[in-house]
């Protein structure tokens, strides 16, 4: 009866980046850990032992390759990655600062349904055996060393049949250290638990039953450490690891050639291989160096003579051989493969060699182990289940720290994955699913997620305070500094009718049908909040504080103004030229500031209307004729004076709400992912759907609070009218908010630093406001940006918003549910962007 292997991996080659960027990490390594084993993963920093763990747990794709878990690709159900059947202690701490030990572990608990009593005595239980400070204190208030080891005890915890372990002893005293590996140890031994550890201390993984010793992206060797050491004949696996590391650099800069086949053949770690590859180096034409060839005929001469066979390429398609670069093809890199065999079409297999003697040791054991990989590629479903070992604790400190009478994970059914324990050895169809698969929420994860982000958000009290407050904050400093009128600008006013002003002398003052000092009568009807004048004596001076940037205006009144105007108004148009200029008001502007200049503009122009109006009346004249012959009307909607800050206050609503909604998702998952609690989540079960849905729940009720908020400062604070329905503004609201929470996924999908991150949002902010409409209309831009304008997200939304608020439509009207279709679909864009971006990553990242 066969045993299926736990981590099965063929030919893995794994790249990252893309173009000149795509650096090669995993090429064409194999390894295998057999159930109930420990297997060390040794190599230098980078040589790429994270980048298989992750792809192990499924968090990352292979180019090119297999990896099998439990006979199932991981993602798929027979494999139980993501789920409870494997434990994952990520590099990362992928632990929550603001949780204390106990809540980080429950948090898990309930991640993986585990029962009360069962999380309790494994709580109790883990504490001893990992030394954990007391139960209260917060993650972040730990050591790196502590925090290690609250890493390790989630790992544990729901006691997992396969345990992957990146690094779990570093930083660890070597006293805890010897305990974590004693505790590795009885858990094979007596749990037939299975694990795999990476590790930089190369001593302690003498307690591995099996290391695989990686370099390169490459398996050097992958043996029990005994067989190395034997092999070797050296004293610790430190000296075994530099050999192996020697051999190999020396075989790379020979272009492996010689070095590599002497080896091969006289070398017994190599020796009655079926196969050998080496690399011929090529000249500047391409061409395949003399040296390099007279290499390989040395070789097919001297195995020849060693055993009598044929020496024939080997067919590199078929995966008969080990290749050694195969991320290149062979034809770029000159890589030769030879198979020896009695006859060039049936390939020599020294296994099935009927003279078993001729086997050296090596050999037989790789015949074995060769044997039980073909039988794990064709056994049936009537191999064993997944063997009933008993998943209990050690057998010493569970007596200790379990009551007898406390079930454990074994013992109760394992739901997710019964069906794969029962057919261990088969290999499931290629399925492409993956963590990140649409699924339904499940209640008892999503739960646990939403209590998880409910419980950051009050620890952080003060950040979530501002968070919260935030928008409106920023609505109330919108309403005050943005559009109301320009108050107290000074004006030079030289009147030469009453040049006694400049002395401190009051202009005379009539209020009845008096024809003297209308220049006086003129001033006073301007309005004093807006404008303050200051006498100046001649219009050189006045004109020379304008430049000075003292005043903004010079008005002049010339000396017979009075007399003048009432010439032309009793001539009319038979006025003569210096009738003309001797009635005229002179206003000399500085026109460097758009809304001073057009506010002074039209309080001069109302004051003169009301200046008429005011003679007219008071010499019982019709005061209607006083007026333009160009009437506004009543307004068909709106007010006549509208204030630009009416115009402003919809885009601005939608704006504020957008953009913290882009903010606070982009920083939470960005978050989330760098401290590796989302792959260690997305591990254990939870969906990306979930996270999603805990995280919108969360936003969601944040996003609410917010919104109430921000329209009671507009609307009711500062009195913006609305003349719509205020359900139809908050719906608008919230959907904009939304679909800045998608956009704030897909930056934080895209970017894996805050840093770029920031530049991203802030880089689409600008061009959102300036464009959509929000400062200016849409009507003052060139008609090919209009046009470009209408595919932002947030430019339909605020023309809606502005039709419901200044117009009182409503959703029936196709000028405000356009806003709501586009807020909707680009919510729903964003989202499958960021799933595409998702998937590509996996690949690429
Ligand atoms: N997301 C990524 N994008 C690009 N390169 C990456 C990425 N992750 C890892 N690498 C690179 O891949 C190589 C292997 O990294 P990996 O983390 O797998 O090494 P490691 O053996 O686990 O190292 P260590 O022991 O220091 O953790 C390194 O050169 C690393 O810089």
């Not at 503009?601 to 004729?625: G, W, Y």
Request: glycine share 6%; proline share 5%; net charge neutral.
């Amino acid at each position: 009866m066969a045993i299926v292997d736990a981590v099965y991996v063929r030919n893995a080659v794994k790249s990252y980046g893309v173009g000149k960027k795509r650096s090669h990490v995993l090429k064409s390594l194999d390894m295998t850990l057999r159930k109930g084993t420990i297997y060390g993963l040794l190599g230098a920093s980078g040589c790429g032992k994270t980048t298989l763990l992750s792809c192990i747990v499924g968090r990352r794709r292979l180019d090119s390759g297999e990896i099998l878990v439990f006979g199932g690709e991981p993602g798929t159900k027979q494999s139980g990655i993501p789920g409870r059947r494997v434990g994952y202690m990520p590099q990362e701490l992928a632990l929550y600062g603001e949780f204390t030990i106990s809540e980080t572990l429950e948090y898990f608990g309930r991640i993986y349904s585990l029962p009360k009593d069962f999380v309790k005595v494994q709580k109790e239980f883990l504490r001893k055996l990992l030394d954990l400070p007391d139960g209260n204190r917060y993650v972040k208030t730990l050591s790196g060393g502590q925090q290690r080891r609250v890493s390790f005890a989630v790992a544990l915890f729901h006691e997992p049949e396969l345990l992957i372990l990146d690094e779990p002893t570093v930083g660890v005293d070597p006293l805890l250290r010897q305990s974590i590996w004693d505790h590795l140890v009885s858990l094979v031994r007596e749990q037939h638990k299975t694990v795999i550890i990476t590790t930089h201390y190369i001593e302690e993984a003498r307690q591995a039953n099996t290391i695989g010793m990686m370099r390169s992206g490459r398996l050097l060797a992958e043996e029990s450490p005994q067989t190395l050491l034997s092999i070797y004949n050296l004293p610790s696996l430190e000296d075994v690891f530099l050999r192996l590391c020697m051999v190999d650099v020396s075989s790379k800069n020979n272009a492996a050639t010689i070095s590599v086949i002497t080896d091969g053949v006289d070398n017994p770690a190599f020796a009655g291989l079926r196969s050998v590859s080496f690399r011929t180096s090529k000249n500047a034409d391409g061409q395949e160096e003399e040296d390099s060839q007279k290499n390989m005929k040395h070789l097919i001469k001297y195995k020849q003579s060693l055993s009598g066979m044929n020496v024939a390429p080997t067919d590199l398609n078929k995966g008969y051989w080990k290749k050694s670069d195969s991320v290149y093809t062979p034809e770029e890199k000159g890589i030769v493969g030879l198979t020896f065999s009695p006859s060039g079409d049936n390939l020599y297999d020294p296994c099935t060699d009927k003279d078993q003697n001729l086997l050296s040791d090596e050999l037989a054991h790789q015949c074995s182990q060769s044997s039980r990989k073909d039988n794990r590629k064709t056994e049936t479903a009537d191999a064993s289940p997944v063997p009933g070992h008993n998943f209990r604790l050690n057998r010493s400190e569970e007596n200790l720290f379990r009551p007898s009478s406390t079930p454990s994970l074994d013992q109760r059914s394992h739901s997710d994955n019964s069906s794969a324990a029962s057919t261990p050895g088969q290999k499931t169809k290629k399925n492409n699913r993956s963590p990140y698969r649409f699924s339904l929420p499940s209640a008892h994860r999503s739960s646990a997620l939403i209590r998880k982000n409910v419980m950051q958000t009050f620890r952080n009290i003060g950040v979530f305070l501002f968070v919260f407050l935030l928008p409106a904050v920023e609505a109330i400093l919108f309403c005050l500094a943005i559009g109301n009128d320009p108050t107290y600008l000074k004006v030079a006013v030289v009147n030469d009718e009453f040049p006694n002003a400049t002395q401190g002398m009051d202009c005379p003052f009539f209020d009845d049908c008096t024809y003297e000092y209308y220049s006086c009568r003129f001033l006073r009807h301007i309005d004093n909040q807006t404008i303050v004048k200051i006498p100046y004596p001649t219009v050189d001076l006045a004109q020379e504080a304008a430049k000075k940037g003292d005043v903004w205006a010079v008005i002049h009144m010339p000396q017979n103004f009075t007399d003048e105007i009432m010439v032309r108004n009793s001539q009319g148009s038979d006025s003569d030229m210096e009738t003309i200029i001797g009635s005229q008001i002179s206003v000399n502007m500085d026109w460097t500031n758009q809304q001073i200049s057009l506010i002074i503009q039209r309080r001069l122009m109302d004051a003169f209307e009301d200046f008429q109006k005011d003679i007219l009346t008071t010499c019982e004249l019709e005061e209607a004729a006083g007026t333009l012959p160009l009437q506004f009307i009543n307004p068909i909607y709106g007010e006549p004076n509208p204030s630009f800050m009416h115009f402003m206050a919809p885009g601005v609503i939608l704006t504020i709400l957008y953009f913290i909604a882009v903010a606070l998702t982009a920083a939470v998952f960005i978050n989330e992912r760098k401290q590796g609690l989302l792959d260690r989540s997305l591990v254990a079960g939870v969906t990306m759907t979930e996270v999603l849905f805990a995280h919108l729940a969360n936003q969601l009720m944040t996003l609410i609070g917010q919104t109430v908020l921000v329209l009671v400062t507009i609307f009711v604070v500062f009195q913006v009218p609305c003349n719509g329905n205020i359900m139809t503004v908050s719906a608008l609201s919230l959907l904009q908010g939304l679909c800045g929470m998608c956009f704030g996924l897909l930056i934080s999908c895209l970017c894996d630093e805050e840093t770029s991150a920031i530049h991203f949002a802030v880089g689409s902010f600008y061009p959102n406001l300036l464009l959509s409409g929000v400062m200016w209309p849409i009507e003052g831009m060139p008609t090919f940006m209009r046009e470009f304008s209408y595919f932002l997200p947030q430019t339909y939304a605020v023309e809606s918003m502005r039709n419901v608020i200044a117009r009182g439509w409503d959703v029936d009207n196709p000028e405000v549910y356009l806003g709501v279709v586009c807020s909707v679909s680009w919510a729903l864009g964003l989202l499958f962007l960021s799933a595409a971006v998702i998937r590509i990553r996996k690949y690429t990242g």
